[in-house]
């Protein structure tokens, strides 16, 4: 018999060492984070298991679900310009510097609620980072951050030959919050459609959220990415959303953010309209963008304002 008592021990041996160093060579060779390409990988986890670090911040991070969009922006900022592919502005787009910062996050990789940029300005931001007072110098407080507890995603798509059939449309919506984004699906508030237009209501308060569950925030975040064509993702492309076969393409979108408490600017800055300011944002094709809309959510309140913000680097603002 080939298989003796005093052949096996070596040859299992022998064949277990090979086995392992094929795993690990598989697993050094796929050392990467599916959610999150702005990481270093490497073998330096708990037993040699593979662990990614996110750029700018070196914080490690849990490839299994999202990353929180204050490190996604911290990485972001931390790649030198000229590698960075943003997305061509169109010739009317100027640069939005307010936006664009690099930011202080805690220990759970969530926004400070006070920011401040080199100079020394600081200011208050939201749960998505957006500021939400005036800016003022490092005597400036911000007691807490307050929440952004509703985002509606205003998007347009391509004309089709036939509108689509909207619960078809809610569904596929919805899978993809779900299987992309991971946010648990009673986050997604609504799904209205009127053809060309498509918003998606995604609604968090902090009571609700769980531990472990994404946040509205990031899914935002990560879906904004996605539509400019600047996926997040290791190894995906962009949306590919499908209804019934029929490919659905994003031609503009707005993200609105509304927080749980009305925002601080000073009544100077409201003057530009106290019924509604709606800073509309044109960008070319792919660009989504991102506008802050404050509220007062009082039942009667006349004021609203709507702040253009950042993230999406450029703006065009047309009509105030
Ligand atoms: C590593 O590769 C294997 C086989 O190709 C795949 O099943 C697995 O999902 C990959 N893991 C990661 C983290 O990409
Ligand atoms: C900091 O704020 C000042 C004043 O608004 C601005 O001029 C400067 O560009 C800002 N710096 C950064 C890095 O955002
Ligand atoms: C939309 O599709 C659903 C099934 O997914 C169907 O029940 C419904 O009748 C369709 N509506 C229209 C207007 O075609
Ligand atoms: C949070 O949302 C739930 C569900 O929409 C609601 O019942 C609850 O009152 C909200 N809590 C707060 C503090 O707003």
Redesign the pocket.
Known sequence: MASGPGLAPPLLRLLLLVASVAHLAAAQGNCTCPTNKMTVCGPDGPGGRCQCRALGSGVVVDCSTLTSKCLLLKARMSVPKAGRKLVKPSEHAIVD??G???PECDHEGRFKARQC???S?CWCVNSVGVRRTD?GDQSLRCDEVVRTHHILIDLRHRPTARAFNHSDLDAELRRLFRERYRLHPRYVAAVHYEEPTIQIELRQNASQKGPGDVDIADAAYYFERDVKGESLFAGRSGLDVRVRGEPLHVERTLIYYLDEKPPRFSMKRLTAGLIAVVVVVAVALVAGVVVLVITNRRKSGKYRKVELKELGEMRNEPSL
């Open positions: 510097n307010d664009l910062y690099d940029n080199q100079s300005e800016k």
